[in-house]
């Protein structure tokens, strides 16, 4: 196949970024999307040129770190594929791919298509997390859940934090992720003795981060890699008023 790219570069967060157009030969159908860039990258450093900045570790569809913006849609066109699981036959042969980082002020470029994705991390070290004061971790199989509980909670534990959602939201809101990460502790048992202070908390950090309210539009749900329900947004929702109803009557 033959590809012409237009790629974002963007030395750093102060300085303006650009598409730039490449030329690739020869790629093959089965390649994924990332041995495409790294083919790119090899013949850029051949001709002593920067390679392209990108993130990924797993390349398993697993850690969430490959947030490219494919021909305007995150992750690309497949539906539930992150940019490590794309293959190069998903194009045709001649196609212009464009490609960009997320687009949001809470995801800063740090270079080309590298964004700092720090403000999910402070999202979740607001309230995410099942809080244990004394004694160590109890032991999972101590408490039995049913099984539909247990299902619910790993269809929310399926978000990876990549960060489509926020760049799919025409308010860049991170609504979809936090209420993800609500959803999958406040189903359980372990994790419902906080659930109103977890969303009030996280909610909080959420908005203090700059992401955008949500409009229920639902182009989070439709982009997103793991297909994350818009019903946790739902629930996210009635766990948050409840936390303001509580604290107002105390
Ligand atoms: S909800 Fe989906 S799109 Fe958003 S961070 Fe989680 S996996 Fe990514
Ligand atoms: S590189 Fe880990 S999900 Fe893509």
Redesign the pocket.
């Known amino acids: 196949m033959n590809i012409a790219l237009k790629v974002w570069r963007q030395k750093n967060s102060q300085t303006p970024g650009k598409m730039v157009d490449y030329k690739l030969s020869d790629v093959s159908p089965d390649m994924s999307f990332l041995e495409m860039f790294d083919v790119l990258n090899e013949e850029l450093s051949h001709k002593g040129e920067e390679p392209v900045a990108f993130d990924h570790d797993c390349r398993e569809g697993i850690c969430?770190m490959c947030s490219m913006y494919i021909n305007g849609r995150?992750h690309g066109p497949e539906t539930g594929t992150t940019t490590c699981q794309l293959h190069m036959r998903s194009f045709n042969d001649g196609d212009t791919i464009v490609v960009e980082p997320w687009r949001a002020r809470a995801f800063p470029v740090i270079k080309d298509l590298v964004v700092d994705r720090e403000a999910?991390d402070r999202i979740i070290q607001a309230g995410g997390y099942v809080s244990v004061n004394t004694g160590s971790a109890p032991d999972a199989n101590d408490i039995l859940i049913p099984r539909e509980i247990a299902d619910e909670a790993m269809d929310a534990a399926?978000?990876?934090?990549?960060?489509?959602?926020?760049a799919?939201c025409k308010n860049a809101s991170a609504m979809?992720?936090t209420a993800?990460k609500i959803s999958q502790l406040a189903v359980l048992p372990q994790g419902h003795a906080e659930h109103q202070l977890r969303a009030e908390r996280m909610v909080a950090q959420m908005d203090a981060e700059g992401f955008g309210a949500c409009s229920f539009t639902g182009a989070?749900s439709v982009?997103?890699?793991?297909s994350?329900s818009l019903d946790h947004i739902a629930r996210l929702n009635r766990e948050y008023l409840g936390a303001k109803l509580a604290s107002n009557n105390a």
């Open positions: 969430g995150p999910f399926q978000c990876i934090g990549c960060g489509a959602c926020v799919a979809l992720f993800a989070c982009e997103c890699p793991k994350i």
